[in-house]
């Protein structure tokens, strides 16, 4: 599903008589088992969704550096939205957190930056097999475009998010 498609369904979901955009579910927890490879929207300590998703392409531990190619595990914040991503939509964990800086700089390394949730590639190089069984990314949570719309839509500013091993 492209982004013109998502254009499209928006306005159909803030028509009268179909379904409100204000009816969905609304997370106040999003919690990420990098394990399991699912992520769960929760809501009074519930979960209320379940997606698969895919990891950074080196998945064991937690992100340490710029490149090591890790998902960071801890609390964050999903606190930015971008409709205009190279991948379909996105949400921004804000990872580093203070500690995070702290232990890279005692490790004399960057810690990186830019971890997002968020879809398939605007511009593939592999096929949609590939992205659907593989841990793909450079240390972001990937799920499938159509997974997205509902993150995307069941979540609000500065949700908190636990990753987890």
């Not at 204000?22 to 399991?36: C, H, L, Y």
């Not at 240390?139 to 990753?163: R, Y």
Request: with cysteine; net charge negative.
């Amino acid at each position: 599903m492209n982004r013109s498609i998502l254009l499209y369904l928006m306005p159909m979901l803030l028509l009268p008589g179909l379904l409100q955009a204000g009816e969905f579910p609304v997370a106040d927890e999003v919690i990420i088992d990098k394990s399991a490879r699912e992520l769960y929207l929760m809501s009074a300590g519930k979960v209320f969704r379940t997606f698969k998703i895919a990891l950074g392409i080196m998945p064991e531990g937690d992100k340490k550096k710029e490149g090591d190619f890790k998902t960071p595990e801890g609390r964050y914040l999903l606190d930015m939205r971008n409709s205009n991503s190279d991948y379909f939509l996105s949400i921004h964990v804000s990872y580093p957190s203070a500690a995070d800086r702290r232990e890279a700089n005692q490790d004399g390394v960057d810690p990186g930056g830019a971890i997002m949730i968020h879809g398939q590639p605007n511009l593939p190089t592999h096929s949609e097999a590939y992205y659907r069984t593989q841990d793909w990314t450079n240390g972001c949570i990937a799920v499938s475009n159509s997974d997205m719309i509902d993150i995307w839509l069941m979540t609000g500013e500065n949700t908190p998010i636990e990753i987890r091993p």
